[in-house]
């Protein structure tokens, strides 16, 4: 167990849908990583907050967003779903930002839209 | 350009035998640090072992080390007396000094351990 939580395990919706996927960090970390997992993209960077401010974006959509709240728990909203938008969604946690933090990855959330 | 490649789609390796997983990576940053995970079929992501640029020892962390070569931008996991809970797929990846510290991961590489 990581320590990272996410929140739903499993999600199943519709296209044109929105959804929100739910982490919990580590305790006491203060960075935030978003991932997508998907079979022809493999792992990519989504996003990342560090203490409630946004710090880098990767391959991100402008269908999707992000946010980081006070107790550092982060959300990812995915909206106008499309079939494409179907992967592994994964949450990172690390103490500070820098290279010699290692990242500790949540469970994830597969998202399936049909 | 790819930042880290994989190149061994999937391998076999009989019970308690060593495997070695190939990993090459590109990059102009002298400060990068080098991580491999594992993801059983359940699907979480497992922290194994990490490499730092500067690092003048390759790093061990029990029956994982990583064969660190780095006039050679390679990076090789080694499994030594594989069992069968090793069997799942393996991902080098790479954070970089400059920028955004986000993980590069390379394909991936499926581990069957036969008994």
């Known amino acids: 167990d990581s320590g990272v939580t996410q929140t739903p395990k499993h999600l199943i919706t519709a296209t044109g849908q929105r959804v929100t996927l739910r982490c919990s960090p580590r305790?006491?970390?203060?960075?935030v990583y978003w991932y997508q997992q998907s079979l022809d993209q493999g792992l990519q960077f989504l996003i990342q907050y560090y203490n409630g401010e946004e710090r880098a974006k990767g391959n991100i959509l402008e269908r999707f967003s992000a946010q980081q709240f006070p107790d550092l728990h982060s959300e990812l909203n995915l909206s106008s779903l499309e079939l494409g938008d179907s992967a592994l969604y994964f949450c990172?946690?690390?103490?500070?930002?820098?290279?010699?933090?290692?990242?500790?990855f949540g469970p994830g959330t597969r998202l399936t839209v049909l | 350009a790819q930042k880290i490649t994989q190149t061994q789609p999937g391998m076999f390796v009989q019970e308690k035998e060593a495997v070695t997983l190939d990993c090459t990576y590109d990059t102009s940053d002298p400060s990068y640090g080098l991580f491999w995970y594992k993801q059983p079929s359940s699907g979480e992501m497992i922290f194994l072992i990490y490499?730092?640029?500067?690092?003048?020892q390759n790093a061990t962390e029990g029956r994982y080390s990583l064969n660190f070569q780095k006039a050679r931008k390679s990076a090789n996991l080694v499994i030594s007396a594989s069992q069968l809970g090793d069997s799942a797929m393996y991902f080098c990846a790479m954070r970089e000094g400059q920028g955004d510290y986000k993980l590069s991961f390379g394909a991936g590489t499926t581990v069957t351990v036969r008994a």
């Open positions: 490499q730092g640029s500067y690092d003048q």
């Open positions: 990172a946690s690390s103490a500070r930002t820098g290279i010699y933090n290692e990242q500790f």
């Open positions: 305790s006491g970390d203060l960075s």
